[in-house]
């Protein structure tokens, strides 16, 4: 089976500083992670095709990226950032799709988790420039908190023409073992045609030291069901996932949560969806 892995980073901390990772509890990622990690971990685990993901809400890591992924054979899309709130926001993607690698360039993604406003994405400002992502052809991933998610529904409500990608499951609460309210603010989402979903991120939502198949699949099956197989797509979260297991583990795991699904509905979330969101054509020439 053909598997696309929709949700992975990269840095060079000798390029540029990652002030996230200032937090002791991530020391292990305080160091760089290069193509050349990336394809010894994917190439183990059989994937043919990535989807880079911005790390970092600066202007000058997006064109990076892009360049990064035209030299890749791996790599067959990139979600960048812009400033969603800044007038000329629709120059901007103008200018990053006319870069080396701008053709790599399928979506936009803030990190809105850190956003201390919970309607952060429904302010007019904002609004405004998902329109713009809309207008460029583009998708906008989601990386919010479970309390934000109300706020992304009605931002997806907001603008119809523009596909949402709801990383990590809308981090909810695995190591708690709580579903409620996530549950019940994931289905709204998912209840917007306009919207899909990343199966990723949750491994470093349980317990890091001692998560099983069993911890995620409550969360797996409430994705699974609310947006279907046509709108969820495999994603490693790569490096963030090594602090709570290797590359195939999480592999794996998704593996064991998707076996229930018939042999189509598998395809889609390994691949399908994410061809279909990101336009992945597959590898391509370096």
């Given at each position: ?30 160091r760089s992670f290069v193509p050349a990690d990336l394809a010894a971990a994917a190439g183990a685990a059989g994937v043919t095709a990535t989807v880079l993901v911005e ?58 988790q850190g956003e201390p406003d919970p309607d952060w994405l429904t302010r007019p400002e904002v609004v405004r420039g998902l329109r713009a992502v809309a207008g460029a ?150």
């Open positions: 089976m053909t598997v696309i892995d929709a949700h992975h980073h990269l840095w060079d901390l000798a390029v540029r500083d990652q002030e996230w990772l200032d937090d002791p509890g991530l020391a292990p990622l305080r790390t970092v809400n600066v202007a000058e890591e997006t064109p990076e990226l892009l360049s990064l992924a035209a030299r890749s054979e791996l790599i067959g899309a990139v979600v960048g950032w812009a400033d969603l709130t800044a007038p000329d926001v629709a120059d901007a993607l103008d200018v990053l799709r006319s870069l080396p690698g701008g053709d790599f360039l399928r979506g936009i993604r803030h990190q809105v052809g583009l998708v906008y991933d989601l990386v919010v908190l479970p309390h934000q998610l109300p706020a992304a529904a009605r931002a997806a409500a907001a603008v119809p023409g523009l596909t949402f990608v709801l990383d990590h499951l809308g981090k909810p609460p695995i190591a708690s073992g709580a579903l409620e309210p996530w549950a019940g603010r994931v289905r709204e989402l998912a209840s917007l045609p306009n919207t899909v979903c990343k199966l990723s991120g949750m491994v470093t939502e349980a317990d890091w030291s001692s998560w099983t198949v069993d911890d995620l699949r409550p969360y797996a099956d409430t994705v699974i069901d609310a947006f279907g197989p046509r709108r969820l797509m495999f994603g490693s979260d790569w490096p963030v996932s090594t602090l709570a297991g290797g590359y195939g583990a999480v592999v794996d795991a998704a593996r064991t949560l998707t076996a229930g699904l018939g042999p189509a509905e598998r395809t889609e979330v390994w691949s399908g969806t994410a061809r279909r969101v990101y336009r992945v054509p597959g590898a391509h020439p370096g």
